[in-house]
């Protein structure tokens, strides 16, 4: 068990473990954006066709799955239908140009500032370590050089459902071990982490930029640097 007084001495928190979203939380997305130029021009119908059909599956009712729903075969449907092509072209296309084709990109992405070392520290410090991203993250975690640090590894495409669906934070929680109110989780979207996670009862952390002016959900923590997060769940005595 961990407890302290958090980075500015105000809030108390006692956690069992800490969990991260994957892009945009453990590195700046304009680090990935960058190298995607190339790819967004090409192929930006299908970039366009994968974020609609994500963007439809969000919609549907939370904590819902209907019979014989498969999340990869929908979102494949639902591509190939707004690209005029069949289910299993879009879905082979997006498996090799996407989910394969960007994972090299991460040997060349490096995290924020002190994301290693303050894994390691919360880590030496007793606290489980969770991933809960909406993309696989095996692979990226990998070649980002963050690899063997996870007491577990969760992806929410392979659970059916995205984020801020409350089944892969249920699933989060379930394979921590620790009741959710022990569990903060570390987002840099309002919408998908904060709100998702906070719903289920998890403490939450927002990552922002120093000059972010917009809104937090209402995230127990706000930090702009992992040192922050590092001091504000183990405060150093």
Known sequence: MVTGAGYDGGMSVDLGGVAFDLDGTLYPNYRLYARLIPFII??????????RARDTLRGWP????PPGYRFYREQARL??????????VAEKRIEQLIYRGWEPL??????????????????AGGLKLGILSD?????KLANMGL?????????????????????PFRELVDRMGLPPERILYVGNSVSYDIIG?????????????????????????????????????LPLT
């Open 135 to 139: 993309f696989p993250p095996d692979t």
């Open 197 to 233: 996670a906070k719903r289920e009862g998890l403490k939450t952390a927002l990552i922002r930029p120093s000059w972010w002016k917009g809104g937090d959900g209402n995230a127990d923590f706000v930090f702009s640097g992992y040192r922050q997060l590092s001091a504000y769940v």
């Open 42 to 51: 090409r192929e930006h119908r299908l970039l366009l066709a994968f974020g």
């Open 147 to 167: 690899g063997g640090l996870w007491d577990t590894l969760l992806c929410s495409e392979v659970l059916g459902r995205l984020k801020p669906d409350p089944i």
């Open 79 to 88: 591509i190939g239908a707004a690209l005029g092509e069949e289910a299993s």
């Open 62 to 65: 939370a904590g819902e799955m």
């Open 106 to 123: 991460f040997t060349r992405i490096k995290p924020y500032r002190d994301v290693r070392q303050t894994l390691e520290r919360l880590r």
